[in-house]
């Protein structure tokens, strides 16, 4: 399912000049590389479904253009950048930091977040196989 969703997505990606040209611009290719992220990130989190946090999370993302924060947000920021008083040790929690990799961890209890980091890993690699798939056949 996911394999088709992303090569689905690869075939809607307008390539930009960088696919005319014999030397594409550093631009075009970053733009480029942005778009196969976003469809891999997109095709991995509809084939997750929508039972899970991280797929959500992703998705949600996706959909909000970059830079974009809603007033719910900016209130949310400030009232915590108020409130909250940095920590003065280095280093921090395993826990904090695993919360922040995993999209839409940082809502969740620590049994559901290693439930959902499970799952999150599973379908990186599944995505990682894929894209090298893809990358081999174009290649040979």
Known sequence: MQASRFLRALARI????GARHASPSRRSTVMCGRRIRRAAYASMALAAGPRRVWSRAVLRSLRRPPGAT?????????????????RKHIGGNQEDALRQLV??????DFCSLLEETGNYIQCLRAQVLLMKRVADSMSG
């Open 70 to 86: 809603t007033l719910a947000n900016r209130r949310l920021q400030t009232t915590f950048c108020r409130k909250i008083k940095p």
């Open 103 to 108: 999209p839409g961890g940082g809502r969740m």
């Open 14 to 17: 307008q390539w930009g000049r």
